[in-house]
């Protein structure tokens, strides 16, 4: 088959499209037919070896975790999945790769994709989704009444945590460029700031300290300055950070607000949950939430993809199709 893998941890230049062998599908694995994938941020991150102290030095390695496509085969031990079924879902960094024809993926990081969307669309969905939806309910099981401040809120991430928190029953602000306000709005934002009318993050900062405090803060630009996301937070509330830069040391640091009893930072690393995934489809099928796209490249270009997404400014998921 053909997929996008590398021999070295570095930039995009290392990547290469070429064939390799087909993987087995173990006994709680799906073999599926990939015909798109998404990029997310944490799939250049493991390219530059960001995180090499969890993904190790064996190469060649493949990339990419989020994907839709058609089961081809199943494991013995595969309860909810046949050949043909329609699905979507992401994988892990450690084992897998979506940048490809083919991809064996546990059964418990998939699930139908929505009757009502394309191929395309399905991809995107599974990460971005996900991380939202568990930032968002990690403190509170009811977010009615209560505030919550997204950074970067045109992103992939961004775009749907502004739709789930609405969905949830949050008051929300977002954060975005000028070109990024109008989605947000549409999307479900109550209040919406363009950074790009302040001077620097600090001002930013001080404009959405009277709308807050916020109870839940996702900052998905990672643009909140240094103190500024605990002055902005409730009493009880909580910062989700989406990435660490691979330094285990800011990974356990953030984390250890877990054992105290007030403001808390954690540390979001989503995993593949298919059932999770499995509860938020019905919500696409009627409309409430939506994906926006904002490229699709052909697998051939998979570099040129992770390039855009390094760039910082695209809208919505970047769609790798196959």
Known sequence: MKAAVYDAYGSPDN???????????????????VRAAAVNPADWRV??????WITGSR?????GIDF???????????????PRDEVMGSVSYLSNGTFAEYVAAPESGICRRPWNLSIAESAGIPVATTTAHLG?????????????LVTGSGGGVGHMTVQLARILGAEVTAVCSTAKVELSRSLGADMVLDYREYPDAEHVARDL???????????CARSLPAGAAGRLLASKGETMLLSTEGKLWKFLTANLTQLLPGRRTWALLAHPDGRRLERLVPLFEEGKLRIV?????????????????????????IIIEV
């Open 15 to 33: 990547l290469e499209v070429r064939e390799i062998p087909e993987p087995l599908c173990g006994p709680e694995d799906c073999l599926v037919r």
């Open 47 to 52: 390219l530059a070896g960001k995180w090499r």
């Open 293 to 317: 796209i904002s490229s699709r490249y052909p697998l051939a270009r998979a570099a040129d993809a992770l390039r855009e997404s390094m760039a910082g400014h695209a809208t919505g998921k």
């Open 68 to 82: 839709a496509g058609t089961v081809t085969e199943v494991g013995a031990e595969v309860a909810r999945f046949s």
């Open 59 to 63: 190469f060649p390695r493949k990339i």
């Open 136 to 148: 968002l309910t990690h403190r509170f099981t009811d977010l009615t009444g209560r505030k919550v």
């Open 209 to 219: 300290a009277p709308i807050g405090p916020f109870h839940v803060i996702f900052d």
